[in-house]
């Protein structure tokens, strides 16, 4: 059975920085990509980056793009989101979610159950 | 850039059919079969329903199915039940630097 476990959310001043993880297990985690889709409060689904299995190929919406990085450590089935120069707008749910390939195109077919960012002073 | 474009709400009595749209351009829902539905209760985290514009994922009922005519696509729930009661998000792929965008969302309340 597939399993997401994110980790690391909180809250955090304007300005800071926060790292998120997702630990995955029940599937060959270096085979498919993953992405970050987050959600804001009584707000829809917005993807946030992805990243395919190899970890060579990175994406970004374009509200991130500069301050987020994607990474993946395949030795220890774990995705990672390292968030900079956050803002009150990033303020949100994170997902982070499976696709059904190595790279990032077709959906995603199993998701965590999110862990809260809030960025507030 | 904007989001694809879903109805905010759509309502329909138990037995009933109800369809979703979703309304993208030739970049994203016209130009790929990558558009996939996800069904969200309320506190939970999404579920796939619907991947590659009509393929169901193994557990998805046979009420559900989608359909796609140029730049919009469609999530059909044939048989409404209650436990249907949710929201809907479309995504597809899109042939940019952002690759991947959501619709709005849709609203569906069972009467």
């Known amino acids: 059975e597939v399993q997401l476990v994110e980790s690391g959310g909180g809250l955090v001043q304007p300005g800071g920085s926060l790292r998120l993880s997702c630990a995955a297990s029940?599937?060959?985690?270096?085979?498919?990509?993953m992405s970050w889709v987050r959600q804001a409060p009584g707000k829809g689904l917005e993807w946030v980056s992805g990243?395919?299995?190899?970890?060579?190929?990175?994406y970004y919406a374009d509200s991130v793009k500069g301050r987020f990085t994607i990474s993946r450590d395949n030795s220890k089935n774990t995705l990672f989101l390292q968030m900079n120069s956050l803002r009150a707008e990033d303020t949100a749910v994170y997902y982070c979610?499976?696709?059904?390939?190595?790279?990032?195109?077709?959906?995603?077919?199993?998701w965590g159950q999110g862990t809260l960012v809030t960025v507030s002073s | 850039q904007s989001a694809l474009t879903q109805p905010a709400s759509v309502s329909g009595s138990p037995g009933q059919s109800i369809t979703i749209s979703c309304t993208g351009t030739s970049s994203d829902v016209g130009g790929y079969n990558y558009v996939s539905w996800y069904q969200q209760h309320p506190g939970k985290a999404p579920k796939l329903m619907i991947y590659?514009?009509?393929n169901r994922p193994s557990g998805v009922s046979n009420r559900f199915s989608g359909s796609k005519s140029g730049n919009t696509a469609s999530l059909t729930i044939s048989g409404l039940q209650a436990e249907d009661e949710a929201d809907y998000y479309c995504s597809s792929y899109r042939s940019s630097s952002t690759l991947r965008v959501f619709g709005g969302g849709t609203k569906l309340t069972v009467l």
């Open positions: 990243i395919s299995g190899s970890g060579g190929s990175t």
């Open positions: 979610a499976k696709d059904p390939f190595s790279t990032p195109m077709s959906s995603f077919d199993s």
């Open positions: 029940g599937f060959t985690f270096s085979s498919y990509a």
């Open positions: 590659d514009v009509t």
